[in-house]
């Protein structure tokens, strides 16, 4: 058996179960692909983006060449839960301070690997995508409420976890036509999708043994005990590039506008609701563009069931410049509904072969170890032919 005075043994848990996260968040909007992820996020108006069939399926009608992409990516996001770990849980002084921990903390990861295919222009009228996109969610909070005259955690706390894996398996088609006024584009992607969802809560006390801790854990991440729930979605898009200036684009893209559901039984339900994201470009030049995206719509991310909703909200600019054989890009983003700072990001890319990083301006802290409240990394490459 354990004190929990010896929480550095159980911050240590939490590593080693972000740690296997990353080896093997619900649902803010889906920033796939090592380009716009490494743009701040930047990609509904971009003409090239080899992943448009997930940002803005009008994308792919909007520019002529095929292109394939694939995408391997890792994320981290925390909010006030490792904080917990400053306080001495067996003798807490501030109980106000700690409460308002309680009231408001998560902490996050994603995993995700993508594929897509923008198919040559073989068609009469239009043009066909397909693609295929895989993520691995957990989340994992505190609750509770300690009085005034309690100052250790025994019984007072619930630690909750969840894991959502979902699959989307999206087939677009899209038109553009030239007028007047411009290239307008359309574009729909009609998806398959399946959800398997898995959870836990438990009360935590002093007496907790480090070894059931560890594997009711290990219960939830492996994902033994997870239920599937299958359904599709729709995803609209709408790209416009004005006669007088071609160089400028701008993409609006509805994603799950027929609200898909996915009912767990006894896990309960999750809607994957719409969402909604403005974006523009300019190519200031061959192979140098300006983008910027924004979420028109306040996003829930994936959290324990019977806790807190936590929401995101991007907004984000980036700048790309590339060549056939060498890519560079940089981008700032936002998330106003986290408030986690600035979240810088960069990527090179030579060839096939693309990596990427991002990090948060934010920072939290642990026993004088910093860290960025939000980070992630990037595995990719494209091709266009």
């Known amino acids: 058996?354990?004190?929990?005075?010896?929480?550095?043994?159980?911050?240590?848990?939490?590593?080693?179960?972000?740690?296997?996260?990353?080896?093997?968040?619900?649902?803010?909007?889906?920033?796939?692909?090592?380009?716009?992820?490494?743009?701040?996020?930047?990609?509904?108006?971009?003409?090239?983006?080899?992943?448009?069939i997930f940002y803005n399926p009008a994308l792919a009608s909007a520019n002529d060449n095929a292109r394939m992409g694939y995408a391997l990516s890792?994320?981290?996001?925390?909010?006030?839960?490792?904080?917990?770990?400053?306080?001495?849980?067996?003798?807490?002084?501030?109980?106000?301070?700690?409460?308002?921990?309680?009231?408001?903390?998560?902490?996050?990861?994603?995993?995700?690997?993508?594929?897509?295919?923008?198919?040559?222009?073989?068609?009469?009228?239009?043009d066909l995508s397909i693609g295929f996109m895989i993520n691995v969610y957990t989340a994992s909070t505190f609750t509770g409420r300690l009085a005034n005259d309690i100052t250790a955690i025994n019984d007072n706390i619930d630690f909750k976890i969840r894991r959502l894996d979902t699959v989307e398996l999206p087939v677009a088609y899209s038109f553009a036509l030239d007028t007047a006024l411009g290239e307008l584009s359309w574009g729909a992607a009609l998806k398959f999708m399946s959800f398997s969802n898995v959870e836990l809560s438990r009360k935590l006390g002093v007496t907790d043994s480090k070894s059931s801790i560890q594997k009711e854990i290990k219960s939830i991440m492996d994902g033994s005990n997870s239920v599937s729930a299958y359904n599709y979605g729709i995803d609209l898009g709408f790209a416009y590039s004005p006669a007088i200036l071609p160089e400028f684009s701008l993409g609006l893209s509805g994603r799950n506008l027929n609200r898909p559901k996915f009912n767990f039984k006894e896990?309960?339900?999750?809607?994957?609701?719409?969402?909604?994201?403005?974006?523009?470009?300019?190519?200031?030049?061959?192979?140098?563009?300006?983008?910027?995206d924004a979420d028109l719509?306040?996003?829930?991310?994936?959290?324990?069931?019977?806790?807190?909703?936590?929401?995101?909200?991007?907004?984000?600019?980036?700048?790309?410049?590339?060549?056939?054989?060498?890519?560079?890009?940089?981008?700032?983003?936002?998330?106003i509904?986290?408030?986690?700072?600035?979240?810088?990001?960069?990527?090179?890319?030579?060839?096939?072969?693309?990596?990427?990083?991002?990090?948060?301006?934010?920072?939290?802290?642990?026993?004088d170890v910093s860290y960025p409240r939000y980070f992630s990394l990037h595995l990719g490459g494209s091709y266009e032919f």
Request: charged share 20%; net charge positive.
């Open 1 to 52: 058996m354990i004190e929990f005075a010896l929480q550095k043994d159980f911050l240590r848990i939490f590593m080693r179960f972000f740690l296997f996260v990353l080896s093997c968040f619900a649902l803010e909007f889906e920033e796939v692909g090592h380009r716009a992820s490494t743009m701040g996020g930047v990609g509904v108006a971009m003409k090239n983006n080899p992943y448009a």
């Open 297 to 335: 719509t306040r996003n829930i991310m994936l959290s324990p069931s019977a806790t807190k909703k936590q929401y995101s909200q991007k907004i984000g600019i980036g700048v790309d410049a590339h060549t056939p054989f060498f890519s560079a890009r940089a981008g700032l983003a936002s998330d």
């Open 74 to 126: 890792a994320a981290f996001g925390e909010k006030n839960l490792l904080d917990v770990f400053n306080f001495d849980l067996n003798n807490i002084q501030d109980i106000s301070k700690f409460n308002k921990l309680l009231d408001d903390n998560l902490l996050r990861t994603k995993a995700q690997g993508a594929w897509a295919l923008k198919a040559p222009s073989n068609l009469i009228f239009g």
């Open 267 to 292: 896990q309960g339900k999750i809607t994957a609701f719409p969402q909604a994201r403005l974006g523009l470009a300019y190519e200031l030049g061959e192979g140098l563009l300006l983008g910027m």
């Open 337 to 367: 509904a986290q408030k986690n700072g600035l979240i810088m990001s960069f990527g090179l890319g030579f060839g096939l072969v693309d990596i990427g990083v991002s990090a948060s301006t934010k920072k939290g802290k642990v026993d």
